[in-house]
């Protein structure tokens, strides 16, 4: 035996075999077979077979599953090569992942993405927002309004923002019809009732909503759980931070199963008056047959937020005094706004200070989806949709005109009034609603083809009330100074086909149609408020190969093409004659994804050429408004770097990088001059496009030191963004390298599935840094004046939680 010891030590071995119906006997195609807990897992090949090669000796546990079928483990003592046959037993429900398949990128598609599990969430889920969870994805660069990730919260994938990012939440769209951002802050803790995310860079494969321009944003809300669970979650920390949850669940009582969830999160935020107070919940219940599924969710957040978005002036960032006395003579600040700014903190300053200069919105979302199976080898799903949502934003305005407001002047005596301080409040009363579909069909095991499409309606109402004033002439409270009621009408139907050519070689092509009808209160041709509408049309084709060497490394290559119309901005504030005209985007992304059993990397060379893209550049049109105006042409090129490796039995290394050049070829910048009224034109040949850093990593180091703890080392580095399209060191954000600290601790009691405890200190070298700004400059007194505005982050500061589970 001892003499074998040298020999085991070096061996290396393989499972083979196949993966079969229990009851029919016929192989399954792309079925999974992981070995848990490690990164390496394959696929069945075309003929059922796998393949798990170079292992050492030593205990094995394969998790084998397949759409439809029950999930299998399987425990191996390898010492010598084995080969086995592993059945699985159709389930006899349908399951919750035919509700976003069609939406989602497999292991085998040609597409550049990243899985994002629950357990990964969980592990940051103590009260900051989706987007800081999403942190050490690739390309992503995530911000705070209030400094510290609750309340208003942005991301960045590629440098492109939420408008330019589908969002969807089962497949069902969430991106507002008309702005085409979508808001987190609506739907706060959603992180607690998430089962995993996948995040497509470039235009991916999702076919609902508006068109990914830069990425999307897949969210599947949490699956069957057939056991009953209960589970109360608590943390809190810096900035009055506080987040509480309840969940729990019925488990799989006969064919019927129901989960609930109760949150409420609530923060001082690091800015002044930066608060936010926010309450959610989220209800679903479901029917699961043996060949039909009807699930049904209602989820509703509501958000109370100070306003904190107006960011900090450059001079006062800076402790630049002389500066902020300059900047307080050219705005005209009151001595009030004066003292304000010279007396607050550096990087926590907010120009606000009216109590309730608050955002306030509801949003509640209904969702139902039916999913049959019609035959073996044919499923329909159906998704229907309603979304009510309805808020104002508050905000105070000193000595504003009453004509703004429809307003005649005040006469007192013998004085005419014509301006008063205020307070006014604009609300937005919308409804969304629509219908999703796909129908699959599956006639041979190398040819899987869908056809499906989507149904929406948007209907807005944009209103504005004055609800005081110091002079307040004729209105009343329940008057609306503007009135603004819009339609959107939007349609798309698609084709997808994936074929196998070979057991190596797999294709797909997806077309699309999608026809977009907009009715607004826009201006005409006389300068003249009148309801309009424009209609357009799209076709969306995407093409791909993915080649498979071995079951550890694969490549794929694809072309995708997109459009999409302006933003409600683009519309309203123009005429037929100057509104912008749709944005095009050709992407073409070429990758190479190795996974082993103790590391994985993925490699990607991305190209993105945009025709017509929308962009700020200071001009005014022919309404006298400053808003986005296409460029002829811009692109993104780069090569994206996700891996990780196992570099000890404790210590496991997570990274990832971007490397890019984002350029706008041919920029023009439009800048008032004050002094004669006229617009200075500034003429750039290639320039940066705004807020897309060149260089962005993240990395993770995590120890395992001891059972049931984790200690992570988290970091991520940002270089340099422009806040405008000019390349201007003068309006930049500075690069920032940040590190964060996370410990985890688990125990496992009787009577309890799990006690957890965790603590996050953020920014644990209390770096200074600011992730988000804006800027705008002008001709005063023959000199160019830039106003830089910033979003500092905090310094150091931490959150702690403690998750009982029953």
């Known amino acids: 035996m001892a003499i074998l010891l040298?020999?085991?030590?070096?061996?290396?071995?393989?499972?083979?075999?196949?993966?079969?119906?229990?009851?029919?006997?016929?192989?399954?195609?792309?079925?999974?077979?992981?070995?848990?807990?490690?990164?390496?897992?394959?696929?069945?090949?075309?003929?059922?077979?796998?393949?798990?090669?170079?292992?050492?000796?030593?205990?094995?546990?394969?998790?084998?599953?397949?759409?439809?079928?029950?999930?299998?483990?399987?425990?191996i003592a390898l010492d010598a090569d084995k080969n086995i046959e592993i059945a699985l037993t159709k389930s006899s429900f349908v399951a919750d992942e035919v509700v976003v398949r069609s939406t989602r990128?497999?292991?085998?598609?040609?597409?550049?993405?990243?899985?994002?599990?629950?357990?990964?969430?969980?592990?940051?889920?103590?009260?900051?927002?989706?987007?800081?969870?999403?942190?050490?994805?690739?390309?992503?660069?995530?911000?705070?309004?209030?400094?510290?990730?609750?309340?208003?919260?942005?991301?960045?994938?590629?440098?492109?923002?939420?408008?330019?990012?589908?969002?969807?939440?089962?497949?069902?769209?969430?991106?507002?019809?008309?702005?085409?951002?979508?808001?987190?802050?609506?739907?706060?803790?959603?992180?607690?009732?998430?089962?995993?995310?996948?995040?497509q860079r470039g235009v991916g494969t999702s076919t609902n909503g508006v068109g990914a321009f830069g990425a999307s944003i897949n969210v599947q809300t949490n699956k069957l759980n057939e056991m009953p669970y209960a589970e109360v979650a608590s943390s809190g920390g810096s900035f009055g931070t506080f987040k509480?949850?309840?969940?729990?669940?019925?488990?799989?009582?006969?064919?019927?199963?129901?989960?609930?969830?109760?949150?409420?999160?609530?923060?001082?935020?690091?800015?002044?008056?930066?608060?936010?107070?926010?309450?959610?919940?989220?209800?679903?219940?479901?029917?699961?047959?043996?060949?039909?599924?009807?699930?049904?969710?209602?989820?509703?957040?509501?958000?109370?937020?100070?306003?904190?978005?107006?960011?900090?002036?450059?001079?006062?960032?800076?402790?630049?005094?002389?500066?902020?006395?300059?900047?307080?003579?050219?705005?005209?600040?009151?001595?009030?706004?004066?003292?304000?700014?010279?007396?607050?903190?550096?990087?926590?300053?907010?120009?606000?200070?009216?109590?309730?200069?608050?955002?306030?919105?509801?949003?509640?979302?209904?969702?139902?989806?039916?999913?049959?199976?019609?035959?073996?080898?044919?499923?329909?799903?159906?998704?229907?949709?309603?979304?009510?949502?309805?808020?104002?934003?508050?905000?105070?305005?000193?000595?504003?005109?009453?004509?703004?407001?429809?307003?005649?002047?005040?006469?007192?005596?013998?004085?005419?009034?014509?301006?008063?301080?205020?307070?006014?409040?604009?609300?937005?009363?919308?409804?969304?609603?629509?219908?999703?579909?796909?129908?699959?069909?599956?006639?041979?095991?190398?040819?899987?083809?869908?056809?499906?499409?989507?149904?929406?309606?948007?209907?807005?109402?944009?209103?504005?009330?004055?609800?005081?004033?110091?002079?307040a002439s004729t209105g009343s409270i329940d008057r609306r100074y503007y009135d603004d009621d819009a339609t959107k009408k939007d349609f798309n139907i698609y084709w997808k086909a994936n074929y196998g050519i070979s057991s190596e070689l797999n294709a797909f092509v997806d077309l699309q149609y999608r026809h977009v009808n907009y009715s607004f209160l826009g201006y005409n041709q006389e300068m003249i408020n009148t309801q309009q509408t424009v209609a357009l049309n799209f076709f969306n084709p995407k093409f791909g190969l993915n080649y498979k060497f071995d079951e550890k490394n694969s490549t794929y290559l694809s072309y995708a093409a997109t459009s999409k119309e302006p933003g409600r901005e683009e519309y309203v504030n123009s005429t037929p004659e100057s509104r912008p005209k749709p944005e095009n985007l050709k992407n073409i992304e070429l990758g190479f994804r190795n996974q082993g059993d103790k590391q994985s990397v993925g490699l990607n060379l991305f190209w993105m050429h945009y025709r017509d893209q929308l962009v700020l550049t200071g001009k005014v049109n022919d309404v006298g408004e400053y808003v986005r105006t296409n460029t002829p042409k811009s692109y993104r090129t780069g090569i994206e770097v996700d891996g990780s490796i196992q570099l000890t039995k404790v210590i496991k290394w997570?990274?990832?990088?971007?490397?890019?050049?984002?350029?706008?070829?041919?920029?023009?910048?439009?800048?008032?001059?004050?002094?004669?009224?006229?617009?200075?034109?500034?003429i750039y040949k290639k320039t940066d496009i705004s807020y897309s850093p060149s260089f962005i990593a993240g990395s993770t180091f995590t120890f395992d030191l001891v059972k049931n703890l984790q200690l992570a080392l988290i970091s991520k580095y940002v270089s340099k963004q422009y806040l405008d399209n000019t390349s201007s060191d003068t309006r930049k954000l500075n690069a920032f390298f940040v590190n964060d600290f996370r410990l985890v601790y688990d125990l496992h009691l009787k009577g309890i599935k799990n006690l957890g405890f965790t603590v996050l200190v953020n920014n644990l070298f209390n770096t200074r840094y600011e992730a988000n700004g804006y800027t705008y400059g002008y001709i005063y007194g023959g000199e160019r004046i830039d106003e830089n505005f910033y979003f500092p982050q905090a310094g150091i500061n931490m959150l702690a939680g403690i998750n009982l589970k029953f």
């Open 6 to 75: 040298p020999f085991m030590a070096f061996a290396q071995f393989t499972i083979s075999g196949k993966v079969i119906d229990a009851q029919s006997k016929q192989t399954l195609v792309v079925a999974n077979v992981a070995i848990k807990n490690t990164n390496w897992g394959v696929q069945t090949n075309s003929q059922g077979y796998f393949e798990l090669k170079k292992l050492k000796p030593g205990k094995y546990t394969l998790s084998i599953s397949f759409v439809g079928y029950k999930t299998e483990e399987k425990e």
């Open 105 to 199: 990128a497999a292991n085998n598609s040609a597409t550049t993405f990243k899985n994002i599990t629950k357990e990964d969430l969980n592990k940051q889920n103590l009260g900051q927002d989706l987007p800081f969870l999403l942190n050490q994805t690739p390309s992503v660069v995530v911000n705070s309004d209030a400094g510290n990730g609750v309340g208003y919260t942005g991301v960045r994938i590629r440098g492109s923002d939420a408008s330019r990012t589908n969002l969807t939440v089962n497949g069902i769209p969430l991106n507002d019809a008309e702005s085409q951002g979508s808001y987190l802050v609506n739907l706060p803790d959603l992180a607690s009732s998430i089962d995993n995310i996948q995040i």
């Open 244 to 471: 509480n949850t309840l969940m729990m669940g019925s488990g799989l009582i006969g064919n019927f199963a129901f989960d609930g969830r109760l949150s409420k999160n609530t923060s001082d935020g690091f800015v002044d008056r930066a608060s936010s107070n926010l309450s959610s919940y989220f209800l679903s219940g479901g029917f699961y047959g043996k060949k039909t599924l009807i699930k049904l969710n209602v989820f509703s957040g509501n958000e109370k937020t100070y306003q904190a978005w107006n960011g900090i002036p450059e001079a006062r960032l800076n402790g630049d005094v002389t500066g902020m006395q300059a900047y307080i003579n050219r705005n005209y600040l009151s001595d009030e706004e004066a003292q304000n700014l010279l007396n607050s903190g550096s990087r926590t300053y907010n120009y606000f200070t009216y109590k309730n200069q608050t955002d306030n919105y509801k949003q509640s979302h209904y969702q139902a989806f039916f999913s049959q199976a019609l035959s073996p080898v044919l499923n329909l799903n159906v998704g229907l949709h309603f979304t009510h949502g309805e808020g104002y934003y508050e905000e105070y305005k000193a000595d504003d005109a009453l004509s703004k407001y429809g307003l005649p002047d005040v006469v007192i005596g013998g004085d005419t009034i014509k301006n008063s301080n205020l307070i006014r409040q604009k609300w937005l009363d919308n409804n969304f609603y629509g219908t999703v579909y796909s129908l699959q069909y599956s006639p041979t095991k190398q040819l899987g083809l869908t056809l499906g499409g989507a149904y929406n309606e948007y209907k807005g109402g944009h209103y504005g009330k004055v609800i005081w004033a110091q002079y």
């Open 654 to 682: 997570t990274a990832n990088a971007s490397l890019s050049a984002n350029k706008i070829v041919g920029f023009d910048e439009y800048l008032d001059n004050y002094d004669d009224g006229s617009q200075q034109v500034h």
